[in-house]
């Protein structure tokens, strides 16, 4: 009687075992979700930039009067839609105010010093100047781009909005103060938050560009003395040494070595 | 006529020529006289009474060849049967004005809509503004490249330094993969950004032949993948 014995193979049993395909499973869940976060991450930065660029366009054509009766209007819109300027895209909407033949303080339809002045407006007021119809605009530039906030857009605490204040509101150009420290809007704590979501997130806090959390204020640690990088037998370090090591120089005859060791290696 | 005047005619004369040229390559209708046109051919055409070179009047529109269609079409897929060519009629203008903002750009982007171009080529004195570069993805499918003067004033191509630089068409990219047994990604690359890939208006994803001559293996050919 021939009984039919089931062939087993003795190779690893094709397909994976129920345990190994759930844990897959749940590894590619989590591969998948990580990736859409990213591409929303992605996408949201896109949008932003499209809507700075648009807002370029939009102040391109500022004032929208060419007196002074829509100026507040105007004024207070120009305050909207620099909200998500980084001071870099304030250099860019100057940029193209210039190109346009118009004054880089949107609230201006002066011709910039670059037309008026022709060629020799770099060298007579300066490469940022150039670009205003007077000092006056210029400084009134400068003083709405210190106001800015270095983070770009979609990485900023969407509960926060910048408070940005117009010189001409003011009354004066009001002085720009040079201690950060002083300014009360907490940006301790929200660089603070900011970086702990991120965390959260499962990004590292390495995958920050640097220049986006750090404050222009240097902190020096206490304590930093500086010492030779080469420790050995306290010697100075001359400027020959490479890495601190000083090479030695080998001469083919009476090579003489003043190191207790290694002496036996020359030759 | 000053000497500034009949350099800048050459000027323009070498810029029409490489980018009549680079638009023959690319397998645009073209014929050989208008890529070899003369210069006194284009004082004919192109200067005025008064000697400055028209940059207005250099502006062409050219067709592809069944060559360049054949290349630019899918190959064909279940939901697609037959695909139509990525690939259309090509309208260039050189811009008059020194600089250029988002405004001429738009306005140029504006036009390639209105007649249903499919490709823009701008080439312009300055490079365009951080911001006018930004709407240029904005517009796809419809495309926008833009060329510096300066870049067009030789014709890369013809360097004998620069090997000879092919597109693949979507069959001819298939058929090297399953020879060779690779994937796309296992080839080297090139980038999109690379003045020969600029040159021939390269896409993500295409597969572009480089034949090389040695002077120890007479010519040998590689494949790069345009990333
Ligand atoms: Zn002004």
């Known amino acids: 009687m021939a009984f039919k014995v089931p062939v087993k193979s003795i190779l690893k049993q094709p397909g994976p075992r129920p345990d190994e395909a759930e844990a897959k499973s749940a590894r590619d869940q989590k591969n998948y979700t ?49 909200q998500p300027f980084q001071p870099s895209d304030l250099d860019a909407l100057i940029e193209e105010r210039v190109v346009d033949g118009k004054c880089g303080w949107p609230l201006c339809s002066n011709e910039p010093r670059s037309v008026s002045l022709g060629k020799d407006a770099e060298w007579k007021v300066g490469k940022f100047k150039m670009g205003f119809c007077s000092n006056a605009c210029a400084k009134k530039m400068a003083f709405v781009k210190t106001q800015l ?52 997130r499962g990004e590292k806090a390495t995958s920050f560009r640097p220049n986006q959390v750090m404050l222009d204020q240097i902190v020096e640690k206490a304590g930093v003395v500086h010492k030779p990088l080469s420790g050995v037998h306290g010697a100075d370090v001359s400027s020959t040494a490479i890495e601190g090591y000083e090479p030695r120089v080998k001469t083919k005859v009476g090579f003489v070595d003043e190191d207790e060791e290694g002496s036996e290696d020359g030759d | 006529m000053s000497e500034g005047t009949s350099q800048e005619q050459s000027r323009l004369w070498r810029i029409l020529r490489t980018t009549k040229q680079m638009c023959y390559d690319r397998g645009y209708e073209l014929t050989e006289e208008e890529c070899n046109i003369s210069l006194a051919d284009f004082k004919l055409q192109y200067v005025d009474e008064s000697g400055a070179p028209q940059r207005t009047r250099m502006a062409f529109t050219a067709r592809p060849t069944p060559e360049m269609l054949k290349k630019y079409t899918p190959l064909p897929r279940p939901g697609n049967p ?52 930004k709407i240029i993805p904005s517009i796809l499918p419809t495309v926008m490249e833009i060329f510096r003067e300066e870049d ?3 014709n890369i191509s013809r360097h004998e330094l620069v090997p000879k630089h092919t597109l693949l068409s979507p069959e001819d990219k298939k058929r090297l993969l399953e020879r060779y047994r690779l ?31 040695s002077e120890t293996a007479g010519r040998y050919a590689s494949y790069r993948w345009v990333v």
């Not at chain 1, 102040?59 to 009766?69: C, F, K």
């Not at chain 1, 150009?173 to 420290?181: Q, R």
């Open chain 1, 34 to 82: 990580l990736a859409l976060q990213h591409a929303r991450k992605i996408q949201a930065q896109k949008d932003w930039q499209i809507r700075i660029v648009n807002a370029i366009q939009v102040l391109l054509d500022y004032p929208t009067t060419s007196h002074q009766t829509g100026d507040e209007v105007d004024a207070s819109k120009f305050i909207v839609l620099i």
């Open chain 1, 149 to 200: 906030s270095e983070i770009p857009v979609w990485e900023r605490d969407p509960g926060i909005s910048i408070s940005i204040t117009l010189p001409d509101v003011v009354g004066v150009v009001a002085p720009v103060t040079k201690d950060d420290s002083s300014v009360p809007n907490g940006n301790y704590d929200v660089a603070n938050a900011i970086h702990e979501l991120a965390l959260e």
């Open chain 2, 82 to 133: 037959e695909p139509s060519a990525d690939i259309g009629i090509i309208h260039v203008e050189f811009a008059s004005e020194p600089s250029i903002g988002i405004k001429h750009l738009k306005a140029f982007a504006q036009l390639l809509h209105e007649k249903n171009y499919h490709t823009g080529m701008y080439v312009t004195q300055a490079a365009p503004t951080s911001s006018a570069l």
């Open chain 2, 152 to 154: 067009l004033l030789v």
């Open chain 2, 183 to 213: 994937k796309e990604t296992q080839l080297p690359r090139i980038r999109m950004d690379d003045p020969m890939a600029r040159y021939l208006g390269l896409k993500r994803g295409q597969v572009v032949k480089i034949i090389r001559k």
